[in-house]
């Protein structure tokens, strides 16, 4: 009999353990992701204030408890570009044109406040290509889909 109960206590045990990590692996991925959104607006935040984005990274990625590697990916759309798939895909071509032409007439790429046209987030990211880059990944990722 005690054989018994000390199977069962165990695989209660185990079972238990692997519903505990389940959950933390979860939770976790929920954090992330939460804090993801946070870190790239904190990250446009501070481009459009006059700070460099290439310097500000890695403290805003400490910040929000996320590796630098994937708020960079984040950020400068380098995800997009490994796996091949532009930061438009699933758009039709008439949301893209009318996004291109937004950007173009110096309205608001999808930000709220004054200062959110795409020139003027590209100056504050840095200006160049670079901003343009920042710019681009702003207004691609704020279009409502």
Same mark, same amino acid.
């Given at each position: ?12 045990? $185990? ?32 481009? !459009? ?10 403290? @805003?990625?400490?910040?929000?408890? /996320? $590796?630098?590697? @994937? ?27 009318? @996004? ?20 003027? @987030? ?9 901003? !343009? ?9 704020? /279009?409502?889909?």
């Amino acid at each position: 009999m005690k054989e018994k109960e000390k199977d069962f206590d165990t695989l209660a045990s $185990d079972i238990l353990i692997e519903l505990y990590n389940d959950i933390k692996e979860h939770e976790t991925d929920l954090m992330e992701e939460g804090n993801l959104d946070a870190a790239q607006d904190e990250m446009i935040r501070l481009a !459009q204030s006059g700070e460099n984005p290439h310097t500000a990274l890695p403290g @805003v990625a400490r910040k929000h408890g /996320i $590796d630098v590697a @994937v708020l960079k990916k984040a950020i400068f759309g380098e995800n997009e570009e490994e796996d091949g798939e532009k930061p438009s895909a699933g758009l039709s071509k008439e949301k893209k044109s009318q @996004v291109a032409k937004k950007a173009r007439a110096g309205k608001n790429i999808g930000k709220s406040g004054p200062g959110t046209g795409f020139d003027n @987030v590209a100056k504050a990211a840095g200006g160049g290509e670079k901003g !343009q880059k920042i710019a681009a990944a702003a207004m691609w990722k704020n /279009i409502k889909r």
